[in-house]
């Protein structure tokens, strides 16, 4: 691919920067684009889902399948803005609102009986029935103070998740 | 663990693969009673999808680093243009000039002495053997190529077999001007696959379809009656199934440590100095992979022949076949990856979610029953 950083100039870096909340420094972005770069084999300006599940651990992932669903397609900036919060220093706020974003992938703004019962069916495969998962859920949501019927939204994520400690990161790596 | 039963060597490939991937998280304390949070709360998984994409050790395998360019300077540019005229312009026309010159020698020689004497012929056999390794002298000298060989060179004994860590296919050329192997290969298309067909097939070289299934039992029942053969050419496997860059050496197939004699291991390292060696072959053809070190100054590697190994008592082929992927990473100097390079080609089996899958839904349901 060359000498990528001369492809991106001081311009863009900042520009992809400011877009990610300064949350990486410039030499990771910089890596995070020949990264890019290497993923994104016909140059088209995104990867495809194809050249994301040719990444074995990637593949590997329970949730993948949901996960390409929100980073199939992105240029650079969003793809950057997407990683940034597993970046160190990403807040836990931040954190959450990834996983909530993860969870209500059809973006209406709340997480449903339906989204959860998702994610825990990728998270569990055929080791649980529908009724189990039904089952757990309902009761966890019950001693939380929640019920089934009704959506849970950002608040509550942050609510039930917040504790100090969570990590979520990656590091880039920077040669 | 469950669903090892199967005796192909995916799965057991696969094995080894998933003691990397059950990580720390997987492992759970003694159970707890269970919360909405610890429902809701995928930060492990993501984790671990983030880490994916952000660097991977299965892509770092293929990745080909382009040479930092050097001829910014006032003076080191027309020095470097000089080079390019010389190279483009002298050398390689040279170069082609020989390996035709070369070619026409050796069909020549091949043609009559392939169909005027009979098969099974002894002469013909070793005429043939002498002619495949000049045709790969003329290729290496067609790039310039600084072989150093270090260790005995190969003789031909039966109950042998050599495997080599695998770059390109000009590993196969680099290894056969020095002795014509038996070469186990993927099948290729075009002018390759026509010199396969007819050349190779002379020197006993065996052939194989990735993408078909059952190829793998009439592989290995070739292999079997080859190795058996008393004057048959020694034959060369690349373990790893691929081309990896020269940096790193994916998970070796067993097939070659279950043959039950001997493993003698090649170990080949390219010095990056002028060419990088590694065929990259999605992102160039075999032609274009021959231009382009044909237009370069010189192809410099290394090749140790290290002392032939044996089965241990009580180890199994994986064993073995890891046994000696130490042996050749160490000398050549390569780091070792965890991966089966069949992943380049076909996605992972589904098996291997299943067993993340299959510790978390038991991790629920036993903390469920917690009070």
């Known amino acids: 691919m060359g000498n990528a950083s001369s492809m991106l100039t001081q311009y863009d870096i900042e520009e992809v920067q400011e877009h990610c909340h300064y949350l990486f420094s410039q030499q990771e972005i910089v890596a995070l684009y020949n990264r890019f770069c290497q993923l994104d084999r016909s140059a088209k300006g995104f990867i495809s889902s194809e050249e994301f599940l040719s990444i074995p651990e ?22 950057v803005a997407f990683l940034s919060a597993f970046s160190p220093l990403a807040t836990v706020p931040q954190k959450i609102e990834l996983i909530f974003k993860v969870y209500d992938v059809d973006g209406k703004g709340r997480v449903t009986f339906k989204d959860l019962m998702e994610v825990l069916g990728d998270l569990t495969g055929s080791f649980m029935s529908e009724e189990q998962r039904e089952k757990v859920l309902s009761r966890v949501l019950e001693e939380a103070g929640y019920s089934r019927d009704s959506p849970l939204l950002l608040e509550d994520f942050m609510k039930v998740l917040c504790k100090p400690g969570m990590t979520m990161e990656v590091e880039v790596p920077v040669d | 663990m469950a669903g090892l039963g199967s005796s192909s060597s995916e799965m057991d ?79 390689f026309p040279l170069r082609v000039t020989i390996l035709a010159a070369g070619w026409i020698a050796f069909f020549s020689a091949f043609l009559p002495v392939h169909f005027l004497l009979g098969d099974h012929n002894k002469l013909r056999q070793k005429v043939e053997r002498k002619l495949v390794e000049m045709i790969c002298s003329v290729f290496v000298a067609s790039w310039t190529g600084v072989i150093k060989y270090h260790g005995p060179r190969p ?139 044909m237009t370069s100054w010189a192809v410099v590697c290394d090749v140790w022949y290290l002392e032939p190994q044996y089965i241990r008592p009580g180890e199994t ?55």
């Not at chain 2, 197939?253 to 390219?270: H, Q």
């Not at chain 2, 996605?347 to 991790?363: D, G, H, M, N, T």
């Open chain 1, 58 to 79: 990637f593949s590997l992932n329970p949730l993948s399948q949901r996960l390409l669903k929100m980073v199939d397609g992105l240029n650079f900036k969003e793809f």
């Open chain 2, 13 to 91: 490939l696969d094995r080894l693969n998933i003691e990397e991937y059950l990580t720390v998280e997987s492992i759970r304390e003694s159970p707890r009673k269970l919360h909405l949070r610890d429902l809701l709360d995928i930060s492990p998984t993501l984790k671990e999808a983030a880490g994916a994409i952000v660097d991977d050790s299965f892509t770092r395998c293929f990745k080909s680093n382009p040479p930092e360019p050097w001829n910014w300077n006032v003076y080191l540019f027309p020095l470097w243009c000089l080079g390019v005229v010389i190279r483009y312009g002298i050398l």
């Open chain 2, 155 to 293: 003789s031909i004994r039966p109950q042998q077999v050599f495997v080599a860590n695998h770059t390109s296919m000009i590993d196969f050329i680099i290894l056969e001007q020095m002795t014509a192997f038996a070469v186990i290969m993927q099948k290729h298309p075009g002018w390759v696959g026509f010199i396969q067909k007819t050349i190779l097939e002379s020197v006993g070289c065996i052939w194989f379809n990735r993408t078909e299934s059952k190829d793998r039992e009439i592989v290995a029942r070739k292999l079997r009656e080859h190795t058996q053969g008393v004057d048959k050419n020694p034959v060369l496997i690349f373990p790893e199934g691929t081309c990896v860059n020269n940096h790193y050496t994916v998970m070796f197939k067993k097939g070659a440590f279950e043959l039950g004699c001997a493993v003698c291991p090649v170990a080949i390292k390219y010095n990056k100095i002028f060419v990088d060696a590694f065929w990259n072959s999605k992102k160039q053809s075999f032609t274009m992979h021959l231009v382009q070190l």
């Open chain 2, 317 to 371: 082929p994986i064993e073995f076949a890891e046994r000696v992927r130490d042996m050749i990473s160490i000398r050549a100097g390569l780091k070792k990856v965890p991966w089966d390079g069949y992943l380049k080609y076909f996605r992972p089996s589904p098996k291997l979610i299943e067993r993340k899958q299959q510790i978390f839904a038991e991790s629920v349901l036993q903390r469920l029953e917690e009070k």
